[in-house]
């Protein structure tokens, strides 16, 4: 089992950065598969991006593609996300979660951990 714990959100004006951190408890965060989603008020949880197991791959949203940034340490057993050219539209609760394979990589529902979610509000 894993634990997740996101931290680093904030209010930040548009043209902003925020970094957020998602922490991990275990001896097996290098076998999960690491993503952010974000989840706006009335709006469905949404994919943001994804990185591999050693971090060779990403996957990225193209609303945030060119602006978001995702790492992970698996010594530390951390996954962050560098936000940057942030926008209104990127106000919402930005969600860590594991999942095992590459499968269905973008479905919320097939993520297996969910941290408790951080807030990110960006005003304009």
């Known amino acids: 089992q894993v634990q997740l714990v996101e931290s680093g959100g904030g209010l930040v004006q548009a043209g902003g950065s925020l970094r957020l951190s998602c922490a991990a408890s275990?001896?097996?965060?290098?076998?999960?598969?690491m993503g952010w989603f974000r989840q706006a008020p009335g709006k469905e949880r949404e994919f943001v991006v994804a990185?591999?197991?050693?971090?060779?791959?990403?996957f990225y949203a193209d609303s945030v593609k060119g602006r978001f940034t995702i790492s992970r340490d698996n010594a530390k057993n951390t996954v962050t996300l560098q936000m940057n050219s942030l926008k209104p539209e990127d106000t919402a609760v930005y969600y860590c979660?594991?999942?095992?394979?590459?499968?269905?990589?973008?479905?919320?529902?097939?993520?297996?951990?969910w941290g408790q979610g951080t807030q990110v509000t960006v005003s304009s």
């Open positions: 275990g001896r097996t965060f290098s076998t999960y598969v």
């Open positions: 979660a594991a999942k095992k394979d590459l499968r269905s990589l973008y479905t919320a529902a097939k993520y297996d951990y």
């Open positions: 990185i591999t197991w050693s971090g060779s791959s990403t």
